[in-house]
């Protein structure tokens, strides 16, 4: 049977012998209007892919949204880009002199660098060994960082857990010094605990500071 709304050779005849009724003009309004929210929920989607995801399906997309799925694949390599280059880094890469201005001073836009001058084998007869904290105790929690574990034949012999135990960012390398040399673990040429001198002058300026008996007489007299 004949499609009577068919667009045909044939049916363009019988609607002008008026047998068929005038074919009716699409509306472009209402077509638009569908379009409009497909596209859109086209780029909430590709706005939410991962770049292997816009491979999977780039064939889904029409060729009006090819350009915007180009600048977006671009905007998202550029992140991964970025996030690879983060991760470039994780340990302490010993450099010299000559590697000063390539390492520190031509690091790159975006990167910081944190430079620790040190001076080696201060104590050689004690090894000193570093790792990250997860790696070797699972789930170790951050707020116990720095962390110092001091051992003698197999045995714990002291342990130094969180900043406070250290002072804070106050901590002087001499009361390092100390705290491992009362442990044991490194001999010191130093005679007192250096934090004891800072208090003794701490408490002897307070009491400098506090009126005397006599002082405190003459005031009640008055």
């Known amino acids: 049977m004949q499609d009577p709304n068919a667009d045909t050779e044939w049916n363009d005849i019988l609607r002008k012998k008026g047998i068929l009724p005038p074919k009716e003009a699409p509306k472009e309004d209402d077509e638009t209007e569908e379009r409009v929210p497909e596209r859109r929920s086209v780029v909430k989607t590709y706005e939410d892919m991962t770049l292997e995801e816009l491979e999977e399906n780039e064939d889904e997309f029409n060729e009006e949204d090819e350009a915007a799925i180009e600048m977006y694949r671009q905007k998202r390599l550029a992140e991964w880009r970025a996030n690879e280059l983060k991760k470039a880094f994780g340990e302490v890469k010993e450099i010299s002199g000559q590697d000063y201005v390539q390492e520190v001073n031509k690091a790159g836009d975006g990167i910081w660098v944190v430079l620790h001058l040190y ?14 904290s997860t790696t070797c105790i699972p789930n170790y929690p951050d707020r116990n960082l720095p962390t110092i574990f001091v051992y003698s034949e197999g045995e714990m012999k002291a342990q130094f ?5 250290f002072g804070g960012m106050n901590l002087k390398v001499e009361e390092l010094e100390w705290r491992l040399a009362e442990s044991g673990a490194v001999k010191t040429d130093l005679e007192e605990n250096p934090k004891k001198q800072i208090e003794d002058k701490l408490l002897s300026s307070i009491r400098c500071s506090l009126p005397t008996r006599k002082d405190s007489e003459s005031e009640d007299e008055d």
Do not use: A
């Open 119 to 132: 001076k080696p084998g201060k104590f050689p007869q004690t090894k000193f060994l570093k790792s990250i």
């Open 161 to 165: 857990i969180g900043p406070l135990v």
